[in-house]
């Protein structure tokens, strides 16, 4: 993918090209996207490759508005002569659409950040041959499969993703950047064919380096299996849940989700009438950051050109902002957040404060209570918060896990929950663009026997 310094200087200039061809084929606002990416993947099962998968891209999309009319389209034949047909029959298109008064392009903002400070890009994993990422699949999934309580494997797999975006906009926007993306992951089975019990683990990260070992991989992978073995059923009740990180993290999805200024627009979110009220306790701070250097979700401007931002979605309890593109925060009269993902709203580093209590205090200070470690199901209502999902936990009795636990179902909603949060952990890990540390909520509805 990485064709230097001028192959991107090229694209930029081209994309600038075609923003004034299309002002010139009368379109009030446009914008051009050009992205180009090198793709990997190889998924391994019982030491031999199942998937494998080595594609580059490069495509153009482009926005067009005329008349408060907007029209889309998108190519991967990068000839400047078919992406100035492109242009011009977008253009042609958009008197056929809907005029909406909050369509247009974001106001141009002076600020840039410079994604040299973020350190998103990572010249070691393009450097990567593809025998070294297979065989750090093959090693992980052996480590493994060498311990004898896991007698079945999903797979191993590891990825990388080099992906540079340019974007110029009729607004005077320009800009480009780099980015890169690894992961390695595997899944496991233990136990027998009356007693099944299954769990994954996985590292993601910008830089290559800062990813976990095979070795650290496969040992939490197995940890994670091997300590839901023999699990027993336990009574309908109303418990304490500790959320582990991944489980917060779904949960924060859950609200992010809710947070949404599509959902809040479409009234499809419980919170739509709550900014600048309390909807969780004072142990509840949720901030959504594209800034941080070597996240996930950092990037230094949006879909729509606007600058990547800090914003405190929710302080101390109080919902303070919805996560908006320019479309959302024009309906609902607020401002952009830099959120547009170019199919809506998308989160950056969306995740919950962490707080001073480990894990272990936070185990320790249960009588009975319930650590949740997998859920299964969809069950949740954006329009009400309700949450009744199938789960998998490990039962703890007096500051102890004594047993795991299986065949329940928690029920309970978003609203109640963060108002109910008793105690958040400092564990707080960024292995995607939504996370959070082990929470602890006062009580869930568990329904068991």
């Not at 009368?26 to 050009?34: N, P, Q, R, V």
């Not at 042609?92 to 002076?110: I, K, N």
């Not at 990260?205 to 976990?212: K, N, P, Y």
Request: hydrophobic share 35%.
């Amino acid at each position: 993918m990485n064709r230097g310094a001028g192959g991107h200087d090229e694209d930029r200039v081209l994309a600038e090209r075609l923003v004034r061809y299309g002002r010139d084929c009368g379109a009030d606002e446009l914008e051009i996207g050009i992205g180009e990416g090198d793709e990997f993947n190889v998924d391994v099962r019982h030491g031999r490759i199942e998937n494998l998968i080595e594609a580059g891209s490069r495509y153009a999309g482009v926005r067009v508005i005329k008349d408060k009319k907007t029209a889309f389209a998108s190519s991967s034949d990068m000839s400047e002569e078919a992406l100035r047909r492109l242009v011009a029959g977008a253009v042609r298109r958009a008197a056929l659409a809907q005029a909406d008064e909050f369509s247009g392009l974001a106001d141009l903002s002076p600020e840039r950040i410079d994604p040299q400070v973020l350190d998103i890009y990572d010249p070691e994993i393009p450097a990567l041959e593809a025998r070294t990422k297979i065989g750090l699949a093959l090693e992980t999934e052996r480590i493994a499969l060498a311990d004898k309580r896991i007698t079945n494997s999903h797979g191993a797999s590891f990825s990388t993703n080099e992906v540079r975006s340019v974007l110029a906009a009729s607004n005077g926007f320009s800009g480009t950047y780099e980015k890169t993306y690894a992961s390695l992951s595997v899944g496991l089975q233990g136990g027998d064919t009356d007693d099944m019990v299954e769990d994954f683990w996985y590292t993601s990260q910008i830089h290559f380096r800062d990813l976990e070992s095979p070795e650290q991989v496969a040992r939490t992978a197995i940890a994670r299996t091997v300590r839901q073995l023999n699990p027993r059923k336990i009574g309908t009740q109303r418990v304490p849940v500790i959320f582990e990180p991944l489980m917060t993290g779904s949960l924060l999805g859950f609200l992010f989700g809710c947070v949404s200024g599509t959902a809040v627009y479409q009234r499809s979110t419980f919170l739509a009438d709550k900014l600048g009220r309390k909807i969780g306790n004072d142990k509840i701070t949720v901030i959504d950051d594209g800034l941080m250097p070597r996240r996930i979700g950092s990037g230094p401007f949006d879909a729509e050109g606007v600058p990547s931002r800090r914003t405190v979605v929710v302080d101390r309890g109080v919902l303070k902002n919805f996560l908006c593109n320019v479309y959302a925060a024009r309906k609902l009269g607020l401002q952009t957040t830099g959120n547009a993902d170019g199919g809506g709203v998308g989160p950056n580093n969306f995740y919950l404060q962490p707080g001073p209590h480990s894990p272990a205090d936070i185990i320790r200070g249960c009588d009975r209570a319930l650590l949740l470690i997998r859920t299964l199901g969809h069950g949740l209502n954006g329009v009400t918060g309700d949450i009744s999902r199938g789960a998998f936990g490990l039962w703890i009795e007096k500051g102890e896990i004594v047993y795991p636990v299986s065949e329940i179902t928690i029920s309970g909603n978003l609203g109640e929950l963060l108002q109910s949060v008793e105690m958040v952990g400092s564990d707080l890990e960024f292995r995607g663009s939504i996370c959070g540390p082990t929470i602890k909520v006062a009580e869930m509805m568990i329904a068991g026997e």
